[in-house]
């Protein structure tokens, strides 16, 4: 369903970050800046998977989706909004009915992974051994399964 | 030709492609290597690049050893079952016996896993467990580039060939590509590769048309990079053949596990008959798999097929029925049903919530229709296409060791998730662990092999022309038309695609042809494809976007090709459901429970075909 762009809301993300948030995320590099314009658009909309990637991020909420004309009909949409480390979606049914859901999406603040804490394998000593890093701490028992162990 | 700038980077370990794999190869190389300088280089952004970029709601690949859920051999076990008889042992007993610790960091990294009351995992089904995974892309990226570093993350940057030793054509030297955003072309001089893109969603016709095309099962942006970088460099490959059709929610393509391991709900036809109890005998067909518990995923799906071709459809997923019963007449316990049901769309497939409230379905109230999708090639769900990978030290046979775990038949050309094959149901935990085998076993290789491959650089000038040229193409030829996309001289990389979706819809079994398919038919594809990978040549690009488009196509078609030609040598139809081979219509253990590999031959433009005995290690 090709994401589309409310020109009223959109500002081109204003000089901040660099250029349009959209066109920096989207993964099948689809949202573009119309330089005329200076608003983000889909230039592509049919290989738009619906991914909601840029509407996630849009920091205006003027990006939106318009399901695919082929198999979806007009009058519903579903939106999301993010919310303390989750998003709350609002869906909207053709006959007018709403649901709105609110589910977590990351236990951690974003930018606190601490990728080696506390390992305890030596990456020389180990190297040549079957034990993946951090293994003696993550993989939950206490020796890494071998066919000849097992049976 | 002028060409733009070239960068040229140079580093010991090049991970190609930053999604699940890529991201678990950057972690676990920087464990082993500090000292190396690992680069990744992505044609997006890693937060939200590849296959789970938009979420996930379960991890589908989990032992839950901790808890004595199951052991790797049980993991082995249901897998070759799975695919009917056919998967690497070795490489499933690795990725089994190293997927909980990666299930393990994610949750501490800050991935949200349901837990049960008592503090254990949630489980949906036995490899299966349900997470809170919108975010499971950044959650895995960040300690991805924390590790290798800001400075080594080449994102906007596609890559389109691989490159080998100027002196030996079966050692890697590195990559070439281009940038997306901007006018550059790349060099990678790298002393190892790694393998991480994607499968490929796209080569055959899918069956939504014009703007729905984009809404492919697998990622619209999995373009089978991973075997169009692989191949042309003469990579053994294995399992081409193989696709994976999915059973799914009509035209959204909604998961539908949960809702048949959780919510424990029926797919019923038009007359209200359950084709898992009417088409019972079928699996008699296909002994020993046909009895296998559970019943293999293409035979389920061949079950569904023969009501579908009898005129019993539509084929309706009893959500209602599931949901009414599940909650028992309790309104609060149904509120929680409903709760659940819809992350399972939003989580991951969005399309499909927004497909419902279209059409105004309540799942508690309105069955919804499934169908079966257009085939997908891939190694990492429940495909198996891939690389032919040596196997871990401890685990090969000797037929199936070279040395490091998960090289390539390319020395110090490694490869993880879609890129490795007969390893499948590795999702995207697997993918990851696999993404760390591999990277740790090249960090292995650069310890004992630390010299400097040679790159050659009139190659490098080539395959930069050739890489630049739909754009020279569009610019030559423009004034020839009044159309810019009518020209004798070129077609767009929109046209290319359609064109290989057909070829391969109508010649290769896709939904058109009803999966079905014969060697003469294979034969004439095979001639068409070979007519279109002469006018890839003729590509014309207006502009970086659709230079990156027509790189895709190009991996696209290479995959396409591929799978043909691995579809003629099997001469049976092992995966009902999946492919039918009429002149061939029956699984043939006796002869064909072997892999099918393949090296194409660049300097002579052909293909090799051969079998791989397969040497049971576990089962």
Redesign the interface.
């Known amino acids: 369903?090709?994401t589309y762009v409310n020109p009223t809301a959109c500002n081109a993300c204003a000089g901040e970050h660099q250029g349009p948030l959209c066109v920096?995320?989207?993964?099948?590099?689809l949202m573009?800046l119309d330089t005329e314009a200076d608003k983000g658009f889909n230039?592509?909309?049919?290989?738009?998977?619906?991914?909601?990637?840029c509407v996630k991020l849009c920091p205006q909420e003027a990006i939106h989706?318009r399901?695919?004309?082929?198999?979806?009909?007009?009058?519903?949409?579903?939106q999301?909004r993010r919310v303390d480390n989750?998003?709350t979606?609002t869906?909207?049914?053709?006959?007018g009915?709403t649901?709105e859901?609110t589910?977590?999406?990351?236990?951690?603040p974003?930018?606190?992974?601490?990728?080696?804490k506390n390992?305890t394998?030596d990456?020389a000593g180990d190297?040549?051994g079957?034990g993946?890093?951090?293994?003696s701490l993550?993989?939950?028992?206490d020796k890494?399964?071998?066919?000849s162990a097992?049976? | 030709m002028a060409l733009p700038v070239t960068e040229t980077v140079e580093c010991d370990i090049l991970i190609i492609g930053g999604g699940m794999s890529g991201c678990g190869a950057a972690f676990e190389s920087k464990f082993w290597g500090h000292d190396l300088k690992v680069v990744i280089a992505e044609k997006a952004v890693i937060e939200r690049s590849g296959a789970t970029g938009e979420g996930l709601s379960a991890i589908n690949c989990y032992m839950g050893q901790r808890y004595g859920w199951n052991t790797p051999e049980d993991f082995v076990q249901y897998v070759v079952n799975d695919m009917m008889g056919l998967a690497r042992e070795d490489l499933v007993y690795d990725v089994g016996r190293h997927v909980d610790s990666s299930v393990h960091l994610l949750e501490e990294w800050g991935l949200p896993i349901w837990k049960k009351e008592d503090g254990a995992y949630e489980r949906i089904g036995r490899w299966q467990i349900p997470i809170h995974g919108e975010s499971i892309k950044p959650v895995t990226a960040e300690p991805a580039r924390k590790a290798v570093g800001q400075e080594n993350i080449y994102e906007r940057v596609s890559i389109t060939h691989l490159l080998t030793d100027a002196n030996d054509p079966e050692r890697i030297a590195g990559a070439v590509g281009f940038g997306v955003r901007e006018n550059k072309l790349y060099l990678f001089q790298a002393k190892a590769v790694i393998i991480t893109t994607g499968g490929a969603s796209n080569v055959f016709r899918p069956r939504s048309v014009n703007e729905g095309i984009g809404r492919t099962w697998y990622s619209v942006f999995a373009t089978g990079s991973a075997y169009g970088l692989m191949i042309p460099v003469g990579t053994e490959m294995t399992q081409m053949e193989h696709r994976f059709v999915p059973t799914r929610f009509k035209d959204g393509y909604g998961p539908v596990g949960m809702w048949f391991q959780y919510f424990h709900a029926r797919v019923t036809n038009a007359l209200g008959e359950d084709y898992t109890v009417t088409r019972d005998d079928e699996l008699d067909k296909y002994l020993p798999y046909g009895r296998a518990v559970p019943t293999p995923t293409p035979l389920r799906n061949h079950q569904m097929f023969l009501d579908i071709r009898d005129g019993k459809g539509p084929m309706f997923m009893r959500t209602e029925e599931a949901m009414q019963k599940l909650a028992g007449g309790d309104p609060a316990k149904m509120e929680q049903v409903r709760q659940e049901a819809w992350e399972d769309f939003l989580d991951m497939t969005i399309a499909q919530a927004l497909t419902w409230a279209s059409q105004n379905i309540e799942p508690e109230v309105t069955p919804s229709e499934v169908n079966l999708a257009e085939p997908y090639i891939m190694g990492s769900h429940s495909g198996e296409a891939g690389a032919w990978v040596s196997g871990p030290e401890d685990l090969a046979p000797p037929e199936y060791f070279w040395g490091y775990n998960k090289m390539t038949t390319i020395r110090g050309l490694f490869a993880a998730g879609d890129g490795v094959g007969a390893a499948p149901h590795k999702f995207s935990s697997g993918s990851f662990t696999e993404g760390r085998l591999a990277a740790k076993a090249a960090v292995n290789f650069l310890r004992d092999h630390g010299e400097t491959p040679t790159v050659n650089a009139a190659q490098v000038r080539q395959l930069h022309e050739s890489i630049w040229a739909p754009l020279e193409t569009f610019d030559q030829y423009k004034g020839a038309s009044t159309s810019e996309t009518v020209n004798p001289n070129y077609i767009t990389p929109s046209h290319a695609l359609v064109r290989l979706q057909k070829i391969m819809d109508e010649y290769a079994g896709g939904t058109s042809a009803w999966y079905t398919t014969n060697g003469p038919t294979l034969e004439r594809g095979i001639r068409l494809i070979e007519l279109l990978r002469e006018d890839l040549k003729q590509l014309g690009a207006r502009n970086r976007h659709e230079l990156l488009r027509c790189w895709e196509v190009v991996h696209r078609t290479w995959v396409g090709e591929a799978h043909m030609r691995h579809l003629l040598h099997r001469q049976e139809t092992r995966w009902p459901g999946y492919y039918y081979r009429a002149d061939y219509p029956n699984l043939d253990d006796a002869n064909w429970r072997v892999f099918v590999n393949s090296r194409y031959d660049a300097a002579n433009d052909k293909w090799n075909l051969l079998t791989r005995p397969y040497i049971n290690v576990i089962t």
């Open positions: 369903m090709p920096y995320i989207c993964p099948n590099d573009a230039q592509e909309p049919e290989l738009c998977s619906e991914c909601y990637a989706v399901g695919y004309s082929d198999f979806i009909p007009l009058g519903a949409s579903v999301p989750g998003l979606w869906v909207t049914f053709r006959n009915k649901l859901f589910y977590p999406s990351r236990s951690t974003v930018g606190s992974s601490d990728p080696y390992f394998e990456p190297l040549k079957q993946l890093a951090g293994e993550w993989l939950g028992v890494l399964p071998t066919p097992s049976n």
